[in-house]
């Protein structure tokens, strides 16, 4: 296989798209977001990524092997239409990274993406009840923009910035001169997180106008927070800690 393998799954006309990220993370918010988006969306697959740069495996999925990918996903929405990028890698390397973000941009022009919305979670260290969504973008218009929506803009955060494809996609798509915003929900960063997820979706929902039920990722926090009470019980009331926490987009 070369370094990159990308299969056209479909070519369909979009009207003034806009791409949103969602790969794997801190607390999943990301995928979360973009899974709930295709399941409620009904989104169409039009490209899918292969690389060596993924993990060297097969994922398994009721006994079926399927190399490692990434997805893209046309998705017409009330609003305008969307390019939803999700799957269950990231690369494995910086320099894979760098390449693999390359891509993406590349097959989002392809459907002339007008901007770019990278999602993730932002790790507070401790169960939360209130999930305020934080966010970093490459212009002033945007961040005037995400502010009004809610969103915060903190001084240092996240701490260490954003790495990943969530950050490159930022940081590529600024030299494409291609407007970018990364919004990252905040979470314990300990275990998957619905509701963190739903807040960053509220926000997206709000910015780029459209409009989605909430039932699926409702049912999912209720089965998180049964979770979360099970771990209080069983520690005390006390979450574990890990010094090394920091997000990873």
């Keep these: 296989m070369d370094e990159f393998d990308i299969e056209t799954l479909a070519e369909p006309e979009l009207s003034d798209p806009v791409l949103v990220e969602g790969l794997p993370g801190v607390g999943h918010v990301g995928k979360l977001v973009a899974e709930h988006l295709l399941e409620e969306l009904d989104g169409e697959p039009v490209r899918r990524v292969y690389s060596e740069h993924f993990p060297p495996q097969v994922d398994i999925d009721e006994g079926r092997a399927k190399l490692a990918s990434a997805e893209l996903h046309a998705v017409e929405a009330d609003g305008r239409d969307l390019l939803v990028l999700t799957g269950d890698h990231q690369a494995q390397d910086a320099a894979g990274h760098y390449r693999l973000t390359d891509r993406f941009l590349d097959i989002a022009a392809e459907f002339d993406v007008e901007r770019v919305f990278a999602l993730g979670g ?120 890990d010094d090394d926490l920091r997000y990873i987009g």
Aim: glycine share 12%; hydrophobic share 40%.
């Design 122 to 241: 932002v790790p507070t260290g401790e169960l939360i009840d209130e999930y305020d969504v934080i966010g970093a973008a490459t212009g002033d218009e945007s961040i005037e923009e995400l502010e009004a929506a809610g969103v915060e803009f903190r001084e240092g955060e996240p701490a260490g910035g954003i790495v990943g494809v969530s950050g490159l996609l930022l940081g590529l798509a600024e030299r494409r001169d291609l407007p970018a915003a990364c919004l990252m929900g905040e979470t314990s960063g300990y275990l998957v997180d619905p509701k963190s997820a739903r807040a960053v979706l509220e926000i997206l929902e709000d910015i780029v106008g459209f409009e989605v039920d909430f039932d699926s990722l409702e049912e999912r926090a209720d089965e998180m927070e049964e979770v979360v009470q099970k771990i209080q019980q069983m520690e005390g009331g006390q979450a574990a800690t």
